[in-house]
């Protein structure tokens, strides 16, 4: 009960904090109030992440990285299926021989 007391204040005081942030900065006053708003936000906050926006990838390299992680797995998932009777070969031999030497101890 206490948990859900404290995660309603918090959301409660996020809401009325951001409520009380536009109304300080003038967003709802008037046109030209919002206008200066605007542009106080387009100088102080847009700089900073339009360094994050210039790293973000394109779609279509998105999309070329996908497809050549994609293939790769399924080449990856069909030589492992290839190779799978040569290495159960392989391990049997190692435990049959490993067993022979143990019982001979």
């Keep these: 009960m206490a948990a859900t007391v404290l995660k309603t204040l918090a959301k ?16 709802w006053d008037g046109t030209g109030q919002g206008d200066s ?29 996908v497809l050549s992680k994609w293939n790769s797995g399924v080449e990856t998932a069909f030589t492992s299926m290839a190779s799978t009777p040569e290495a ?10 490993y067993i022979k030497k143990s019982l001979k101890s």
């Design 88 to 97: 159960t070969g392989k391990y049997c031999r190692q435990a049959t021989n």
């Design 37 to 65: 708003a605007l542009n106080r936000v387009k100088q102080s906050v847009l700089p900073a992440t339009s360094e994050y926006l210039q790293k973000v990838p394109s779609v279509s390299d998105v999309r070329r990285t």
């Design 12 to 27: 409660l005081t996020i809401g009325v904090g951001a409520v009380y942030v536009t109304v300080d900065q003038g967003v």
